[in-house]
């Protein structure tokens, strides 16, 4: 299988914005209202935003390819551009997609790997990421690569406001503590 994993460049924004568009629809349209998604589509992916974040130095957009297609994306944050805890120690995972017809194939796992990769190269200690506390598939994958509940934040999707789990790797050997309460702002 050929899987190759490249830097978003600026000039595609268009196919960042489709590939955006297309897998969060996929992953979350049946569990929303046809109108929360719809304006979080048109806020979240849209041009003028995704053009601002592709120019921020502290975050990057990784393409996965399968063959000469594209497959999936990902999204990762260095301090000061994480969403939530802010810490130069850690690298955010902020989106990790793969298109409905990929699933399966390992290519979220080889997203995820040189996710932690990166954070490696970086020396940071560890990597995190929020998952929507409904997304039971999503959550059982990130344990699987070793990820563990350390909190939960809000997420407003549209009008709502949704619980995101955070979730840790450590990539040192310091244990990550679990619990259910909310992370200090």
Not at 39 to 54: G, S
Request: overall charge negative; charged content about 30%; hydrophobic content about 40%.
């Amino acid at each position: 299988m050929d899987v190759r994993i490249r830097r978003c460049l600026p000039f595609e924004l268009d196919v960042l914005v489709t590939i955006g568009r297309e897998t969060y629809d996929d992953a979350f349209r049946s569990m929303n209202t046809e109108e929360t998604m719809n304006r979080y589509l048109d806020e979240a992916f849209h041009p003028a935003r995704l053009a601002a974040e592709l120019a921020n130095p502290a975050s990057e957009f990784w393409f996965l390819f399968l063959g000469e297609e594209l497959a999936g994306y990902m999204k990762v944050n260095d301090a000061p551009a994480q969403t939530d805890l802010n810490d130069p120690d850690s690298l955010e995972l902020e989106r990790i997609y793969v298109r409905r017809a990929d699933k399966g194939k390992g290519l979220g796992k080889a997203l995820m790997e040189h996710a932690i990769r990166l954070a490696r190269e970086r020396k940071r200690a560890s990597v995190w990421l929020g998952v929507w506390e409904k997304n039971v598939e999503a959550i059982g994958f990130y344990e699987r690569m070793g990820f563990r509940k350390r909190g939960r934040h809000t997420f407003r999707m549209g009008d709502e406001l949704q619980f995101d789990l955070v979730m840790t790797l450590s990539l040192t050997a310091r244990p990550v503590p679990v619990t259910d309460e909310p992370l200090p702002s």
